[in-house]
């Protein structure tokens, strides 16, 4: 565990499910105090009991990041149950698939609106909170797809992914004055309940591309978030760290058949 997590007042935005879920409970094993964030209430609250069930603090509450006035009152709510907000986890996201031909423009915002434009926002309003304690956290969620990869139907998933880094880029240097650090995780494939729903030939396919042969936990995702915003990576800051398994590393497809060889 990591001793400076302990009693931090952290907000993870997209809480109640998958990656955000995994991030939520390392938080609340690492003694954080966690507001689990999500539009529905009583799944961001299931998420906030099973917290609080294993011996942490944290509460839920329901927000659409999209929205300037959803972010303004989850950072509110933080700081009414905290005192304080210490660490920003702008986790929530969404992926419909759409080819490009047939992507309307509701489409593409609602996308970019619920990925990037709510970066910006949760960032805007935690900053507000962060800037006059000489210190804060920020970890974006971003993905493979799109600031490394492409893949078909997530034209505007990928902007919006690889827009989080650009916008990363800047507040890092823009917030660095504040004590406030702004990094990113970039994962890999991570074995989420929507995924698990999908063909298991399909699943296999995933795995059998990515040098280490498997899907990601969301625990291993929750990993590199609670380092980037304990107290030892305090000089890290505008960084993107990859949790992908070594999925973007192979120069050929056959570069993973030709390990074989060297046996
Ligand atoms: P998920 O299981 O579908 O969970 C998405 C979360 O975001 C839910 O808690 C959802 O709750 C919340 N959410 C969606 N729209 C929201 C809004 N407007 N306001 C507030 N909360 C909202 O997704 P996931 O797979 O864990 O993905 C989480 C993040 O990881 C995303 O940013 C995604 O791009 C990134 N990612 C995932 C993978 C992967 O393999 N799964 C890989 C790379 C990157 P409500 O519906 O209740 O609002």
Known sequence: MIKSLESRSVIVTGGSKGIGRGIARGFGAAASRVLVVSRHLDQARAVADEIVAAGGTAAGFAADVSTPEGNAAMVERAVELYGTLDILCANAGIYPAAAIEEMTVEDFDKVMNTNLRSTFLSTAAAVKAMKGKGRGRIIITSSTTGPITGYPGWAHYGASKAGQLGFMRTAAVELARYGI????????????????????????KIAAAVPLKRFGGVDEVANGVLFLASDEAAYVTGHALSVDGGMTLPEFEMALDDTASLT
Do not use: H, R, S, W
């Open 181 to 204: 650090t702004v990094n990113a995780v970039i994962p890999g494939p991570i074995m989420t309940d929507g995924l698990a729903e999908l063909p298991q030939a399909f699943l296999d």
